[in-house]
């Protein structure tokens, strides 16, 4: 128990740090890729976990994220939605007991395959970024670039989500 | 009185949810309704001392560049020095040093932390309040305009960059003498910056250069905001016009905050005549 809040609290410091200092400063050519990655751990909790763990979480990274990045309340609305979109899906649509039963603790890629993962993990990941830039545009005409932006930084998400699950996966 | 609060411990995880959402929604209305600042911003937070060291690092990648931008501005101010001109009117020899007040002064500042890829960006840099600076004081660089100061600690400031969506200020065309409309961000590319409110009746062109006009009030006259890149006219009285900003926002590094002696006086005196108007 100990063990796993020490390693999520030094994941969430690394993650942060790694968006700050990394994913920040790269520039991609094009203001239309803006991808976030550090809640990725939001993600992949465990569906055990204390459900206010998970929406205080996503509430305290987004919280510093914004404080140092001059993005005034932006990441702290979207990942707290994602948050709490995350634990009222799983426990809505997922049978949560049965999967912790089958030894399913996330959504992984060797769940119910590739495709799967991808579908689940790409609709929140989208979800989020569409409402960071909606968020920080605050003009319906911005909309269709909104759109764009959130599409493109959603599938570099993704595409960092999966190497790193993959790298991650523990071999049969 | 009992319902509503088995109501509230049912639905306590969503009461907390729309607590900490409410935390979020005031910084943002903060910002997008009052025009105040918010108040969680770099200007206060301690980890300045950690982007400082990532903008002493990253300042030795384009040292090259940087140094030939202050070459050319060199040269600029070079060339207007007074002992450049011969003198032919014996009469006007006399400079008395009381001939003009002095109302501009600058202070030179380094950045710590800029960002270009959001709607709405801001710069830090490490001079404050200790240094005399004051929210609302112009930022200007080698190449041109940069924003104005938004937000104001000890030791650094929070400016908010042209590329922001709450970014305005008048412009001047110098070779057609024109001082209408105004330069605002439409928040797509860091490079170009829109000028509206320019009637469709003005022989403008690409090429020609933009530069702030008299009427503004956060920076001198006659210093650079770009240089005009395309003209768009629609159906509208006013051309559509691309201004390619003269300043790298991706390779800012030192900045001059301009103090103007006169701007409380002129904050003053529009304040007042705009409050016995109402």
């Known amino acids: 128990m100990n063990v796993s809040v020490i390693r999520n609290i030094f994941g969430a410091i690394f993650l942060l740090l790694l968006q700050f200092f990394i994913i920040n400063e790269v520039n991609f050519g094009t203001i239309f890729l803006r991808p976030f990655v550090y809640f990725y751990l939001l993600l992949f909790f465990p569906f055990t976990t204390n459900k206010y763990v998970v929406l205080l979480t996503g509430f305290a990274m987004g919280f510093v994220l914004d404080a140092v990045s001059n993005t005034y309340g932006l990441h702290t609305i979207s990942a707290s939605f994602l948050a709490y979109l995350l634990v009222q899906f799983q426990s809505r649509f997922l049978d949560v007991d049965a999967l912790v039963r089958e030894g399913h603790f996330v959504i992984s890629i060797d769940y119910k395959g590739l495709y799967y993962f991808l579908l689940y993990h790409g609709i929140f990941i989208f979800i989020y970024h569409f409402l960071f830039f909606m968020l920080d545009a605050f003009k319906w005409n911005m909309l269709f670039y909104n759109l764009l932006s959130a599409i493109l930084s959603s599938l570099l998400t993704l595409l960092f989500v999966a190497v790193i699950r993959l790298l991650i996966q523990k071999r049969p | ?278």
């Open chain 2, 1 to 278: 009185m009992l319902y509503i609060l088995n109501l509230l411990r049912k639905n306590l995880f969503t009461v907390v949810f729309v607590f900490l959402l409410l935390v979020g929604f005031y910084q943002l209305f903060q910002f997008n309704q009052f025009h105040s600042t918010f108040y969680f911003n770099s200007s206060k937070s301690a980890i300045n001392s950690l982007a400082r060291v990532q903008s002493n690092i990253n300042g030795y990648f384009n040292l090259k560049s940087k140094n030939a931008a202050l070459a050319a501005e060199n040269l600029r101010l070079r060339e207007q020095l007074l002992s450049n001109f011969i003198i032919k009117d014996s009469n006007k020899l006399f400079v008395s040093d009381s001939f003009g007040k002095r109302r501009y002064s600058y202070v030179l500042a380094g950045v710590v932390k800029s960002t270009t890829n959001l709607r709405n960006n801001f710069i830090t840099i490490d001079k404050g309040s200790n240094d005399g600076i004051k929210i609302g004081m112009g930022v200007i660089s080698p190449g041109g305009i940069v924003g104005i100061v938004y937000d104001v600690s000890k030791n650094f400031s929070l400016v908010m960059s042209v590329l922001n969506s709450k970014f305005k200020t008048s412009p001047f065309i110098p070779a057609l003498k024109y001082k209408e409309g105004f330069v605002n961000w439409n928040g797509l590319d860091p490079k170009f910056i829109q000028l509206d409110g320019v009637s469709r009746f003005e022989k403008v062109n690409k090429d020609m250069v933009v530069l702030t006009s008299n009427y503004s009030s956060v920076f001198p006259e006659g210093i650079v905001i770009g240089k005009i890149d395309n003209v768009k006219s629609n159906k509208s009285n006013f051309f559509e016009i691309n201004i390619k900003l003269g300043t790298d926002f991706n390779k800012l590094d030192l900045v001059y905050i301009v103090k103007d002696k006169y701007r409380a006086e002129l904050d003053t005196l529009q304040k007042k005549t705009i409050d016995e108007i109402k």
